[in-house]
């Protein structure tokens, strides 16, 4: 249980409060194991639809608290949370498939979904491809890179390779954002 319980609670973290995504541990653990990882992002959507329904709650009965806690994690700010908000209130709870690919964070799209005009069955709904096609697209293509292009490699030399390419892409993300 200790890696499904480990899944399920980065989900929730990352769509709340967290700002590294489930994904790494996807990644790490489709190293070795494929189906073990992609069981996985089912306990880590489920993490993230209780955090976004959280979220979303927090956002409908306290919008200004709300937003005041994101902008106190890293790589939210202001302008990005009012391009949220304009989106939501534009696309509804549609916004929120455009945000995993865009790099903006699901706990934003959460707290302007519940702010807005969105039905919370509405939200969760639309979560679920949002938040489900992302962790399945990364727990496939690192199995894909690193049991296909890298396979000769040492376990060992996978592993750093992989923390190396999160830590880049995390350097990078936080120099843009």
């Given at each position: 249980?200790?890696?499904?319980?480990?899944?399920?609670?980065?989900?929730?973290?990352?769509?709340?409060?967290?700002?590294?995504?489930?994904?790494?541990?996807?990644?790490?653990?489709?190293?070795?194991?494929?189906?073990?990882?992609?069981?996985?992002?089912?306990?880590?959507?489920?993490?993230?639809?209780?955090?976004?329904?959280?979220?979303?709650?927090?956002g409908a009965m306290h919008k200004d608290s709300a937003v005041?806690?994101?902008?106190?994690?890293?790589?939210?700010?202001?302008?990005?949370?009012q391009e949220v908000g304009h989106q939501v209130e534009t696309r509804g709870a549609m916004a929120t498939?455009?945000?995993?690919?865009?790099?903006?964070?699901?706990?934003?799209?959460?707290?302007?979904?519940?702010?807005?005009?969105?039905?919370?069955?509405?939200?969760?709904?639309?979560?679920?491809?949002?938040?489900?096609?992302?962790?399945?697209?990364?727990?496939?293509?690192?199995?894909?890179?690193?049991?296909?292009?890298?396979?000769?490699?040492?376990?060992?030399?996978?592993?750093?390779?992989?923390?190396?390419?999160?830590?880049?892409?995390?350097?990078?993300?936080?120099?843009?954002?």
């Amino acid at each position: 249980m200790g890696l499904k319980l480990t899944a399920l609670i980065w989900g929730l973290a990352e769509a709340t409060f967290f700002f590294i995504v489930p994904d790494v541990l996807l990644t790490f653990v489709s190293l070795k194991h494929r189906r073990q990882a992609t069981r996985l992002c089912f306990w880590a959507l489920g993490g993230a639809l209780a955090g976004g329904v959280i979220m979303f709650a927090w956002g409908a009965m306290h919008k200004d608290s709300a937003v005041h806690f994101l902008e106190q994690v890293p790589a939210i700010n202001r302008p990005l949370i009012q391009e949220v908000g304009h989106q939501v209130e534009t696309r509804g709870a549609m916004a929120t498939l455009a945000g995993p690919l865009a790099g903006k964070p699901y706990k934003v799209y959460a707290v302007q979904a519940g702010a807005g005009d969105v039905s919370l069955p509405m939200f969760v709904l639309i979560s679920i491809p949002a938040r489900l096609l992302r962790f399945l697209l990364a727990t496939w293509a690192g199995s894909a890179i690193f049991n296909g292009i890298f396979r000769t490699m040492e376990p060992s030399k996978k592993i750093l390779l992989l923390f190396c390419a999160w830590i880049a892409f995390y350097s990078w993300f936080f120099s843009v954002m």
